[in-house]
Structures are given as C-alpha cells and as structure tokens.
C-alpha cells in the first residue's frame, strides 16, 4: 500500500530500545523507514541495535538525554550528518514514578515532567526546525491513559502526559502551515516493563484493568504498530493534532462492576 509506505524515510524514535517504542519503530522499520534510536544507557542501545539489525532492518542509535537540550542539539545535528534529515519523529522516551502526592519528592516530580513533556518539547523543537527547511514531516507524541484519566500514585506522570497532549495540539496548530502533522498516540494498558510492576500474578491491578478493558486483555505492544505507521505516513497528511487511543476501548466506557460478564 503505497499510502502507507515509508520506503526511504529516516524515523527517529527516542528511547526506542524496548517495549512499546521497540514495537512502533519496529512497525515503522517493516513499512520501510531507517530506524534511529537513542538511550541513555549505552548496554541498551548495544542491545536494541542488535535486535534491529538481527531483524534486517536499518538502524543507528544515539546515546543522549532528551532533557539535556545542548547535548540533543548536537547529537541532532550530528545524527543528520550521518544519517540523513529526519521525517519522522517519535518522542517516546519516558519514564514513571509511582508514588502518592501527598509523600512525592519534588525532585521526583520534576524529575518525570522534565523527561516526559520537556524532553518531547526540545526534541520537537530540534527536529521541527529542520523539518520546517524540508518541507515537513511528521511527529508523533506517545501520550496514555493518563493524558486524560487520573489513578492514583502517578500524579507526575498524568500532569506530564496531559501535557503532551496540549502540546501536541498546540504545535499543530503553529507548525501545520509548514507541513508538519504532529499528532499522539495514547496507549491504554500494555504488557511492557514499565507495567510489569503492576501485572505481576495477584496484584489487584492485573485483574482491576482486565475488568476495565472492554477487550478484557492487556495490549500487545505489537498492537501499536499500525497507528504508528499511519501516522508516521501519507495517509494522515490531512490528520493533525489529534491523540489516537489504542486501548482496547478503556476510554469508551465507565467500565463494570467486577461479578458483571
Ligand atoms: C500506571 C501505568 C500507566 C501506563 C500507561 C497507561 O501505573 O498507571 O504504568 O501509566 O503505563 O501509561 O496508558
């Protein structure tokens, strides 16, 4: 289909080392993109490069922190250097903290905001500023359930991802006159190490989002790899500032009562 095709594009996936970034930049990498990846741990990168090329797929990776924006100003341009200009940008490096607002360090929260909603911002920002030269491009902002639901102990991480869903629709609305589409992606509750935590055998939580979701299943991160891919090509030129869910039908529904088929 060559709508969605992405023959000869170069997708810039941060933190797409593992679990749902791995899955999108793999669904990316098999609709025909160049993957780069960054980390900020050098035996994960090594790790996820290996795996990428295992699977015969084009990959490079860049080791920075996306809250360091003079260093992800350089490790841009040096990637463009070696790479080629990016089209697609995924800002999907985050992380999560778990712990109640009453007793949540400040660092903590900082912390989570910066990487999270700031982190996307620079790369963005970085990113955008060439694809206004280019001519366009697409980016796509892993926002969740928490871009719009609150639970508790994630009090950071729900001001972060509901950020980034009012950034995504706010650089869309300054940079859709470039050619760019900045839209989101909002995963519901998946299997990844992230949620491992709170999947283990037992814990209240596995039976609790079951029940929640519709579909009565946690996602598969390969789950997300056709929204990534729509979004990342031709057949969402005219799709911008939108946040796609990909959760099983959580978001639809007040969910039921637990004895309730
Ligand atoms: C949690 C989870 C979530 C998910 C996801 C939901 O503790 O509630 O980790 O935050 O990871 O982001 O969309």
Not at 59 to 88: K, N, P, R, W
Not at 99 to 124: C, H, N, Q, S, Y
Request: hydrophobic fraction near 40%; charged fraction near 20%.
């Amino acid at each position: 289909m060559t709508l969605f095709d992405l023959t000869g594009k170069i997708a810039l996936v941060t933190g797409g080392t593992h679990g749902l970034g791995m899955a999108m930049a793999e669904g990316l990498a098999d609709a025909g993109a160049q993957l780069i990846i960054t980390s900020t741990t050098p035996s994960k990168l090594e790790a996820a490069l290996e795996h990428y090329r295992g699977k015969g797929y084009q990959a490079s990776g860049y080791l920075f922190d996306v809250t360091d924006e003079t260093l992800a100003a350089q490790m841009v341009e040096q990637m463009v250097q070696e790479q080629g200009e990016i089209d697609i940008l995924v800002n999907n490096a985050g992380i999560i903290k778990r712990e109640p607002a009453l007793t949540m360090k400040i660092d903590e929260f900082r912390r989570v905001v910066d990487v999270d909603l700031v982190g996307a911002f620079i790369m963005a920002q970085l990113v955008g500023n060439r694809m206004v030269k280019n001519g366009g491009g697409k980016i796509i902002n892993i926002c969740s359930m928490m871009s719009e639901l609150g639970r508790n102990t994630v009090s950071a991480y729900a001001a972060a991802k509901g950020g980034l869903k009012m950034l995504t629709r706010n650089l869309a609305t300054e940079w859709a006159k470039y050619n760019i589409q900045v839209n989101g992606i909002g995963p519901g509750y998946f299997a990844t190490s992230q949620t491992a935590p709170i999947r283990v055998d037992g814990h209240p939580f596995n039976e609790f989002i079951i029940n929640r979701t519709p579909s009565a299943r946690w996602g598969n991160p390969e789950d997300l790899a056709g929204t990534a891919v729509f979004l990342a090509s031709r057949a969402s030129d005219f799709v911008n500032g939108q946040i796609v869910y990909v959760d099983g039908g959580i978001l639809a529904t007040i969910g039921k009562p637990s004895n309730e088929d």
